[in-house]
């Protein structure tokens, strides 16, 4: 063969092995949930590529025959390209011998830093920037070399699914979209710009709605503000004009025998038409509705689902004991979900200081400790056992927590600053230089 006719056929195989390059890494880049709008956009071809990824067998030893037997060829083409030209030229300067072995280390060079580049580097490069439009455009190809190479393909895919199955592998790669995976990729979102911080603070906590306790959220029972049956009208009227709620929880004697709650508005409107605020007998009856009542471990979802089934929005949460530990409404839930996007008269729970500390409510929920001080959750002892960082300290300790208590864990100091009787009010979050993730309480 020619120098000219070597050179057209290595420019040839190096284009071949370009194609393989960019189809093999155009199918394996290819997103499926693109790919599946796609289809259902009308793409035939977004949903011919589906078919081929969730067997994509045939296709990848399709590839890798392409590639090895056109590597093959390029060396030796390669050889008889270069390796007499490369000689002759050497041959002026170095002995005859010398000259054909360096030439043929030269050619052989050449040939191969022209395959890495131009049939391997660059062409994955391009296939990774849009790998479904790719994908799509070369599959017609791949299927004709797939029809081409039948009885090999089916021969090498036959023996390589005999080996997974006797190394005990899965044939089929696990297509699921578990949440970690949502998770992961709202969190690239947010690092290249596409999606702002609050909004994959949002996306998180609506996955946090199956693993949260209603406890996380709840108002608690020592903040609960609810009105006795037997209350008279002024002590009602005093109680609401203090304590202005939408809600209020009804009572016959103590806050654990609920017997209903209240609407603020009904209230508001029998005040407007000077009738009596009567909570039990005929007129209570009509005014105290019926209340959901729901157990301490459920989590926010669940609530959510209650609330739906009940067609309800506001719940009293109970112990195992019958106990009233808190009440929950649909705009807690709601503003658990939306986080620092709902602006609220509260005071924050989390505030960072100028000395880089944080001070934090003993009833934060212990995940929006773990996303303020950037910790991963695998990281927490104990998982499960508490909700909020009060509980953590808790648990930590092993005790009901005293002020200037604390506990050290993964390189952050967890000192109690104020305690209202048993109630954790403050705790103050100092990062550590000792980086060690361990529990050390005082």
């Given at each position: 063969?020619?120098?000219a006719g070597s050179l057209i056929t290595i420019a040839f195989l190096i284009a071949l092995s370009a194609f393989f390059s960019v189809a093999e890494i155009a199918l394996a880049s290819a997103r499926r949930l693109r790919l599946r709008q796609l289809a259902d956009e009308g793409e035939e071809r977004a949903e011919?590529?589906?078919?081929?990824?969730?067997?994509?067998?045939?296709?990848?030893?399709?590839?890798?025959?392409?590639?090895?037997?056109?590597?093959?060829?390029?060396?030796?083409?390669?050889?008889?390209?270069?390796?007499?030209?490369?000689?002759?030229?050497?041959?002026?300067?170095?002995?005859?011998?010398?000259?054909?072995?360096?030439?043929?280390?030269?050619?052989?060079?050449?040939?191969?830093?022209?395959?890495?580049?131009?049939?391997?580097?660059?062409?994955?490069?391009?296939?990774?920037?849009?790998?479904?439009?790719?994908?799509?455009?070369?599959?017609?190809?791949?299927?004709?070399?797939?029809?081409?190479l039948h009885p090999v393909v089916w021969l090498f895919n036959g023996l390589a699914d005999a080996l997974v199955r006797l190394l005990g592998f899965p044939e089929q790669r696990d297509e699921r979209i578990t949440p970690a995976d949502i998770l992961a990729l709202t969190e690239a979102g947010a690092e290249a710009?596409?999606?702002?911080?609050?909004?994959?603070?949002?996306?998180?906590?609506?996955?946090?709605?199956?693993?949260?306790?209603?406890?996380?959220?709840?108002?608690?029972?020592?903040?609960?503000?609810?009105?006795?049956?037997?209350?008279s009208e002024d002590i009602i009227r005093a109680r609401i004009a203090a304590q202005p709620h939408s809600t209020y929880l009804v009572c016959d004697g103590h806050i654990d025998q609920v017997v209903g709650y209240v609407d603020a508005a009904d209230l508001f409107a029998r005040m407007l038409r000077e009738e009596?605020?009567?909570?039990?007998?005929?007129?209570?009856?009509?005014?105290?509705?019926?209340?959901?009542?729901?157990?301490?471990?459920?989590?926010?979802?669940?609530?959510?689902?209650?609330?739906?089934?009940?067609?309800?929005?506001?719940?009293?949460?109970?112990?195992?004991?019958?106990?009233?530990?808190?009440?929950?409404?649909?705009?807690?839930?709601?503003?658990?979900?939306?986080?620092?996007?709902?602006?609220?008269?509260?005071?924050?729970?989390?505030?960072?200081?100028?000395?880089?500390?944080?001070?934090?409510?003993?009833?934060?929920?212990?995940?929006?400790?773990?996303?303020?001080?950037?910790?991963?959750?695998?990281?927490?002892?104990?998982?499960?056992?508490?909700?909020?960082?009060?509980?953590?300290?808790?648990?930590?300790?092993?005790?009901?927590?005293?002020?200037?208590?604390?506990?050290?864990?993964?390189?952050?100091?967890?000192?109690?600053?104020?305690?209202?009787?048993?109630?954790?009010?403050?705790?103050?979050?100092?990062?550590?230089?000792?980086?060690?993730?361990?529990?050390?309480?005082?």
């Amino acid at each position: 063969m020619s120098s000219a006719g070597s050179l057209i056929t290595i420019a040839f195989l190096i284009a071949l092995s370009a194609f393989f390059s960019v189809a093999e890494i155009a199918l394996a880049s290819a997103r499926r949930l693109r790919l599946r709008q796609l289809a259902d956009e009308g793409e035939e071809r977004a949903e011919a590529v589906l078919q081929v990824q969730a067997r994509p067998g045939n296709y990848f030893t399709v590839v890798q025959i392409g590639q090895n037997m056109v590597a093959i060829l390029g060396g030796v083409v390669g050889e008889d390209a270069l390796s007499p030209f490369a000689a002759a030229l050497l041959g002026q300067a170095l002995e005859p011998r010398t000259a054909e072995l360096t030439g043929f280390i030269v050619s052989f060079s050449i040939v191969t830093s022209l395959f890495i580049l131009l049939a391997d580097l660059l062409p994955k490069r391009l296939a990774m920037t849009q790998p479904e439009r790719l994908a799509m455009r070369l599959l017609p190809a791949m299927r004709g070399f797939m029809r081409l190479l039948h009885p090999v393909v089916w021969l090498f895919n036959g023996l390589a699914d005999a080996l997974v199955r006797l190394l005990g592998f899965p044939e089929q790669r696990d297509e699921r979209i578990t949440p970690a995976d949502i998770l992961a990729l709202t969190e690239a979102g947010a690092e290249a710009g596409v999606l702002h911080e609050r909004e994959q603070e949002v996306i998180e906590n609506v996955f946090e709605l199956d693993t949260r306790t209603v406890e996380s959220a709840m108002t608690t029972r020592d903040r609960i503000v609810y009105l006795l049956q037997d209350e008279s009208e002024d002590i009602i009227r005093a109680r609401i004009a203090a304590q202005p709620h939408s809600t209020y929880l009804v009572c016959d004697g103590h806050i654990d025998q609920v017997v209903g709650y209240v609407d603020a508005a009904d209230l508001f409107a029998r005040m407007l038409r000077e009738e009596p605020l009567a909570l039990r007998g005929e007129a209570g009856s009509a005014l105290v509705k019926k209340v959901l009542l729901v157990p301490d471990r459920l989590t926010l979802w669940e609530v959510l689902s209650q609330f739906r089934q009940a067609h309800e929005d506001f719940a009293v949460i109970v112990n195992e004991y019958s106990l009233v530990v808190g009440v929950i409404t649909l705009n807690d839930v709601m503003s658990t979900v939306m986080g620092s996007l709902v602006q609220t008269g509260d005071e924050e729970q989390i505030v960072r200081r100028e000395d880089g500390s944080w001070l934090m409510d003993g009833l934060t929920p212990i995940g929006d400790v773990l996303r303020a001080l950037q910790i991963d959750p695998e990281e927490l002892p104990q998982r499960g056992q508490y909700d909020t960082l009060a509980g953590f300290l808790m648990v930590t300790l092993r005790r009901i927590p005293r002020r200037t208590d604390c506990a050290v864990w993964s390189g952050y100091r967890f000192e109690v600053m104020d305690v209202d009787s048993t109630r954790i009010d403050q705790v103050l979050v100092t990062p550590q230089a000792d980086s060690a993730a361990q529990l050390i309480g005082t």
